[in-house]
């Protein structure tokens, strides 16, 4: 079994900044993927960004040049760096993780973090 722990949401003015992060715990599991999801009130969930085990990074359209998603191998941690915050950045995010444990592919998530843009 693996916890997403997720923290840094918040409430900021348009234009500001916020650092979401997200923890991976438990044992025997290796990580293929973390990413980010958000989902706005009335909307379906969106992946917002994605970061694979090599490295590579993919944004959805609407935050590329203003969010920047990372990695810390080592501590299985994921972060969203969330710059030139926008109203339209209100939802709750929700960290996802594509683990593999011994020959099982498995896909969990977090409970969410809100994060909310002032105008």
């Known amino acids: 079994q693996v916890q997403l722990v997720e923290s840094g949401g918040g409430l900021v003015q348009a234009g500001g900044s916020l650092r979401l992060s997200c923890a991976a715990s438990g044992s025997g599991f290796s990580i293929n993927a973390m990413g980010w999801y958000r989902q706005a009130p009335g909307k379906q969930r969106e992946l917002v960004a994605l970061?694979?085990?090599?490295?590579?990074?993919n944004y959805a359209d609407s935050v590329k040049g203003r969010f920047t998603i990372s990695r810390d191998n080592a501590k299985n941690t994921v972060y969203l760096q969330m710059n030139s915050l926008k109203p339209e950045d209100t939802a709750v995010y929700y960290c996802n993780a594509l683990v593999l444990i011994t020959i099982s592919r498995m896909n969990y998530w977090g409970q969410g973090t809100q994060v909310t843009v002032s105008s």
């Open positions: 970061i694979i085990s090599g490295g590579n990074t």
